[in-house]
Nanobody, 124 residues
Framework: QVQLVESGGGLVQAGGSLRLSCAVS????????MGWFRQVPGKEREFVAY????????DYADSVKGRFTISQNNAKNLVYLQMNSLKPEDTSVYYC?????????????????WGQGTQVTVSS
């Protein structure tokens, strides 16, 4: 079993930055590629960013490419999402998730492990 706990959300003005953290515990951290997703009420949860288990491959949704950066610290069992140049449309609950697939995947169904989410609100 894998436990995920997000932190770092909050209220920020448009153009500002936030860094989200995801603490991973349970089974061996380095075996799980990780993703960040986000969801607003009434909409489906959407893929934001992905990092392979080695950290050597990352990918992003087009809407955040160039503004968000996913990274990990294996020694501390942490995954980060650095969010810069934030826009009001980035307002959402952000979730980290772990996948058991060794392929690059973005579908929710491919991620069996989820955190509880952290709220990010960007004011205009």
């Amino acid at each position: 079993q894998v436990q995920l706990v997000e932190s770092g959300g909050g209220l920020v003005q448009a153009g500002g930055s936030l860094r989200l953290s995801c603490a991973v515990s349970g089974r061996t951290f380095s075996r799980y590629p990780m993703g960040w997703f986000r969801q607003v009420p009434g909409k489906e949860r959407e893929f934001v960013a992905y990092i392979s288990w080695s950290g050597g491959f990352t990918d992003y949704a087009d809407s955040v490419k160039g503004r968000f950066t996913i990274s990990q610290n294996n020694a501390k069992n942490l995954v980060y999402l650095q969010m810069n140049s934030l826009k009001p449309e980035d307002t959402s609950v952000y979730y980290c998730a772990a996948t058991t697939s060794l392929r690059f995947v973005t579908a929710i169904r491919d991620y069996p492990y989820w955190g509880q989410g952290t709220q990010v609100t960007v004011s205009s």
